[in-house]
């Protein structure tokens, strides 16, 4: 940015662009489930120094729930994305673009909700597929009972029950399917609509994961991590106190910068993505 703006003035006026759509892209995509935004993909004009992201192949949670290596951070927040905003703090840099960019989806959601239902109306071939594979993998998830997975810490992790707190009842049906094809359908749609509704982006998170997840040794760990550690460490975490629905667009906005900075989530991702970076 500093090179290509050729005077003092000109690099603050990138930066700030810079910022406002690193902001309002994280949010845009973590509603649209965008994933797989590794650096190849995330390019940047230097005529004004605007995010433009490519490739949306991995959208509506497809990169968290099909993934061998889920991904679970909701958005691209490395060092290689908040060092152009040094010196000062990323972090409170981002917080109030984010925040207005979710009131702006929120103000929307109307139009949203309208265009997220031709996805029931003609349901991807991909997604179809996704649930085929999830369908194969169902009887592991439901042989555990809600006690044994959940751990007794209050978090839901059944699978079926997540769907539930996610407001899939309130989602038309996805025409054409049956079963666990219109099941997957309905939730990419449920999870996209909770999250216009202040869902907390760690519940909709292991929602994502739980069919494929669920019921395997590592899920309970996977749980831990998702929420900030162990139930001593993430005591203070705002992801644990927010609960599965926010009071506030400005909770859920901290709830996902935590998500996507958590030095844990980010060693456990896949070492394509780069998270290092």
């Given at each position: 940015l500093a090179a290509a703006a050729g005077s003092p003035d000109a690099f603050l006026a990138m930066r700030r662009r810079y910022a406002a759509t690193l902001a309002a892209s994280s949010v845009c995509g973590w509603v649209a489930g965008v994933g797989d935004r590794h650096l190849q993909n995330v390019l940047v004009d230097l005529r004004d120094g605007s995010l433009v992201h490519i490739d949306f192949g991995y959208a509506f949670g497809t990169a968290t729930a099909i993934l061998p290596i889920p991904e679970l951070t909701p958005f691209r927040a490395t060092p290689a994305m908040l060092g152009?905003?040094?010196?000062?703090?990323?972090?409170?840099?981002?917080?109030?673009?984010?925040a207005k960019a979710m009131h702006a989806l929120r103000r929307g959601s109307a139009l949203l909700r309208g265009v997220m239902d031709v996805f029931l109306r003609e349901p991807l071939i991909d997604w179809q597929r996704e649930a085929r594979l999830q369908s194969m993998k169902s009887g592991r998830a439901a042989a555990k009972t809600a006690a044994s997975a959940d751990g007794g810490d209050g978090f839901a992790s059944s699978a079926a029950n997540l769907g539930m707190n996610l407001g899939v009842q309130n989602v038309a049906r996805a025409a054409g399917l049956s079963g666990d094809e219109a099941r997957v359908v309905e939730l990419k749609v449920a999870h996209a609509y909770h999250k216009l509704e202040l869902g907390n982006p760690c519940h909709v998170t292991l929602a994502q994961c739980a069919p494929k997840h669920e019921g395997q040794a590592h899920w309970a760990g996977m749980r831990d991590l998702v929420f900030g550690g162990t139930a001593g460490a993430r005591r203070g975490d705002v992801r644990a106190r927010a609960g599965a629905i926010c009071a506030s667009v400005e909770e859920q906005v901290e709830c996902l910068l935590a998500l996507a900075t958590d030095p844990g989530v980010l060693a456990s991702g896949w070492s394509g993505w780069r998270p290092w970076l």
């Amino acid at each position: 940015l500093a090179a290509a703006a050729g005077s003092p003035d000109a690099f603050l006026a990138m930066r700030r662009r810079y910022a406002a759509t690193l902001a309002a892209s994280s949010v845009c995509g973590w509603v649209a489930g965008v994933g797989d935004r590794h650096l190849q993909n995330v390019l940047v004009d230097l005529r004004d120094g605007s995010l433009v992201h490519i490739d949306f192949g991995y959208a509506f949670g497809t990169a968290t729930a099909i993934l061998p290596i889920p991904e679970l951070t909701p958005f691209r927040a490395t060092p290689a994305m908040l060092g152009p905003l040094a010196p000062h703090d990323a972090i409170a840099t981002l917080r109030g673009d984010m925040a207005k960019a979710m009131h702006a989806l929120r103000r929307g959601s109307a139009l949203l909700r309208g265009v997220m239902d031709v996805f029931l109306r003609e349901p991807l071939i991909d997604w179809q597929r996704e649930a085929r594979l999830q369908s194969m993998k169902s009887g592991r998830a439901a042989a555990k009972t809600a006690a044994s997975a959940d751990g007794g810490d209050g978090f839901a992790s059944s699978a079926a029950n997540l769907g539930m707190n996610l407001g899939v009842q309130n989602v038309a049906r996805a025409a054409g399917l049956s079963g666990d094809e219109a099941r997957v359908v309905e939730l990419k749609v449920a999870h996209a609509y909770h999250k216009l509704e202040l869902g907390n982006p760690c519940h909709v998170t292991l929602a994502q994961c739980a069919p494929k997840h669920e019921g395997q040794a590592h899920w309970a760990g996977m749980r831990d991590l998702v929420f900030g550690g162990t139930a001593g460490a993430r005591r203070g975490d705002v992801r644990a106190r927010a609960g599965a629905i926010c009071a506030s667009v400005e909770e859920q906005v901290e709830c996902l910068l935590a998500l996507a900075t958590d030095p844990g989530v980010l060693a456990s991702g896949w070492s394509g993505w780069r998270p290092w970076l």
